[in-house]
RNA sequence: GCCCCCGUAGCUCAACGGAUAGAGCAUCGGACUUCUAAUCCGACGGCUGCAGGUUCGAAUCCUGUCGGGGGCGCCA
């Protein structure tokens, strides 16, 4: 926010250093004042004192930290108190630049009451990325696994738009293979006609599939059966054809409401159906190339990355695109799928694989190959690896194990609990706004859990933790927002014209506008590391600095200059949190 | 055998190579006739798994090691 005078002083620094004779490095970097209450940036001349001793022009028997910190005084002296700064000071080495409290409170709030719903957001960049993510199978349940996918996704999604990005929403659907052969299977043979319950398709349909794998299990012999489907299947038979369509919809309406309930929509949403075909051309074509090798009919058409490569060393190694009987696998369609994105969309500087990361080697497997096939955007393909959800005492989620919690059920649990708690704290809302409060603080809970961790890290999911409402949690936020909203409110909802605050600030007010001043950093560091955990982390810290102002400085009930300024401040910090709520999928709402 | 991830307070997690490693939960003690107490304040709690190395400076980078998890040809 203050990028110009920081550039303007930095060249004004290195002019000092180089006047003194002091190798002066490139550029300075600046970081906030790190003690609370403060208002400022600094740096420090380690870097500078080191680089000084290594060329031998340092005084002799000074230390480095020492040294830095006679460069930092004698910058200090040398710069003055530039303009629109209250102070200057160096210490330890350190040279820390404080505000001008008038000056840089007015600039952070009339910037975040200028941009609004946009506050935090970057300049845009005039360049498309596409995020695939989701992925699910129809025919199958839909469990808290899968869910950090959808709501990681979608949340980097919205940080990279807000970072300038136009960004490509791809869904990529799982609607054919041998679990849906499985499935129509036991539909067929034991549920023959009957429809799924409106509300409950996904349980409905996760439900059959479960059975069906329960029956080969308990009735290997049937298997056969399984087999004879498959292959009236890959012959298109009309009759197993419409069936698989009108089946499949069920999940997809299924998934539809899910994704609905969870604020997610889709720009593209590709089929496994419809890459298959292409797939075993393109295979065709690698084997042609070199690429491929066919080792049919004694074994499987495999591509020796490593051999191709000429690499002794085990790295990327084999895998296999092709079924020994010409049936396909995952690979023989995630390579046309890749394709198929850049013929759509030739401009993407990125495409994005929202995928966990047991397979990593598989997506660097697929990239290598597209690579060696040609393709000048392979180095644009980027595997946004995160780790999975499980149960206590490390139980991997399955459906097939029946070892999951459903979506449908955590989603109940999550809304029943905070429906408990809005009765308890506001029996007074009706009807309607409690439900709607019950839905945003049960739904953020969830997301907030699972957004507020490294990617890498694995979650282990418990009730009690992902459903807890104190402290570092979705609700803490949302809340600080509705104390804003009610501060607001009771204002009449008329925010001040612009001014400069004439009394002096109090350290939360400090605080709190020196974080809402963090917001527009916090979005560029998550959409360059593609981690929501930076805005997870910068929402709590906002409302915290909110809540501690909130306690120590009236708004209405004091002098009327004061009033006109922190109204502007509550003001911005509403529009601080609802953004950063915004960019992690979460409501903000208005009461609870 | 090769490769990847994780290891920080009792528990769950933060911390851009930088100032005194911070939160929440739990435990104990306080604050509501006040803009909503889903809040706030205080106390307690640490050899950042271990050993080396690089650096002015390491939880962070490198090497090794221990512990846990995961991946490696016809699963997805």
């Known amino acids: 926010m203050f990028e110009h005078e920081l550039h303007q002083i930095t060249t004004q620094i290195l002019k000092i250093l180089a006047e003194q004779g002091i190798p002066a490095p490139e550029t300075l970097d600046w970081t906030p004042i790190p003690f609370s209450g403060t208002w400022g940036t600094a740096t420090n001349f380690f870097r500078v004192a080191a680089q000084e001793a290594r060329a031998g022009k340092a005084p002799k028997g000074v230390k480095v930290p020492q040294r830095a910190q006679q460069i930092a005084e004698m910058v200090a002296e040398a710069l003055g108190t530039p303009e629109g700064f209250q102070k200057v000071e160096a210490v330890r080495g350190y040279l820390n630049l404080y505000f001008d409290p008038a000056i840089y409170s007015r600039r952070v709030l009339d910037t975040a009451l200028t941009e609004r719903e946009r506050f935090g957001h970057l300049p845009s960049r005039g360049q498309r990325v596409m995020v695939e993510y989701s992925q699910p199978n129809t025919h199958k349940a839909f469990h808290v696994g899968h869910l950090r996918n959808v709501i990681l996704g979608e949340s980097v ?68 059966e399984v087999r004879a489907l498959f292959a009236r299947w890959d012959a298109r038979d009309p009759e197993i054809v419409a069936l ?47 690429i491929a090798t066919d080792e049919r009919p004694d074994g499987p058409v495999v591509v020796h990355l490593d051999e191709l490569l000429g690499l002794k060393k085990e790295t990327y190694r084999s895998y296999v695109v092709l079924r020994s009987d010409g049936t396909s696998l995952y690979a023989t369609k995630d390579l046309p799928l890749a394709i198929l994105k850049f013929q759509e969309y030739p401009d993407l500087a990125r495409s994005i694989y929202v995928i966990d990361v047991r397979q990593s080697l598989y997506m660097q497997q697929i990239f290598k190959t597209l690579e060696l096939m040609g393709y000048p955007w392979a180095d644009r393909l980027y595997h946004l690896a995160y780790e999975v959800v499980n149960l206590p005492g490390n139980v991997t989620m399955s459906s097939r194990e029946g070892t999951v919690v459903l979506l449908e059920d955590l989603m109940r649990e999550a809304t029943a609990r905070a429906r408990a708690v809005v009765e308890e704290k506001n029996p007074s809302l009706d009807d309607e706004t409690k439900a709607r409060v019950a839905e945003a603080v049960g739904m953020g809970a969830i997301k907030y859990t699972m957004l507020a961790r490294e990617n890498t890290k694995i979650v282990t999911f418990d009730w009690d933790r992902a459903l807890d409402f104190n402290g570092v949690a979705a609700p803490y936020i949302q809340y600080a927002h509705v104390r804003a909203n ?78 006109a300024f922190r109204l502007r401040l509550v003001a911005a910090s509403k529009y601080a949190l609802a953004n950063a709520l915004r960019l992690l999928a979460i409501d903000a709402p208005e009461r609870m």
């Open 244 to 290: 698989w369509e009108k089946t499949r919809q069920w999940s997809l309406e299924g998934f539809d409401q899910v994704y609905e309930r969870l604020g997610v929509h889709f720009d593209r949403v590709y089929f496994e159906s419809e890459v298959e075909e292409p797939g075993k051309e393109l295979v065709e074509e690698m084997i042609a190339k070199g």
């Open 486 to 563: 009610s501060i607001l409110r009771k204002a009449g909802g008329q925010i001040p014209e612009p001014l400069a605050p004439t009394h002096e600030l109090h350290p939360a007010e400090v605080e709190l506008i020196s974080q809402l001043a963090q917001l527009p950093e916090a979005v560029r560091r998550a959409a360059e590391e593609f981690k929501p955990l930076h805005i997870a982390n910068q929402a709590y810290d906002i409302a915290k600095a909110f809540n501690d102002f909130y306690n120590q400085c009236p708004v209405l009930n004091t002098d009327e200059h004061i009033t």
């Open 157 to 224: 999604c919205r940080i990279l738009e807000a970072a300038g990005y136009d960004v490509v929403r791809a869904n990529y659907i799982g609607d054919i293979g041998l679990h849906v052969i499985k499935w129509l299977w036991n539909y067929i043979n034991y549920h023959n006609g009957e429809e799924p319950p409106a509300e409950e398709k996904i349980r409905w349909m996760g439900d059959l599939y479960a059975e069906a794998v329960k029956r080969l299990d308990e009735n290997p012999e049937l298997e056969a």
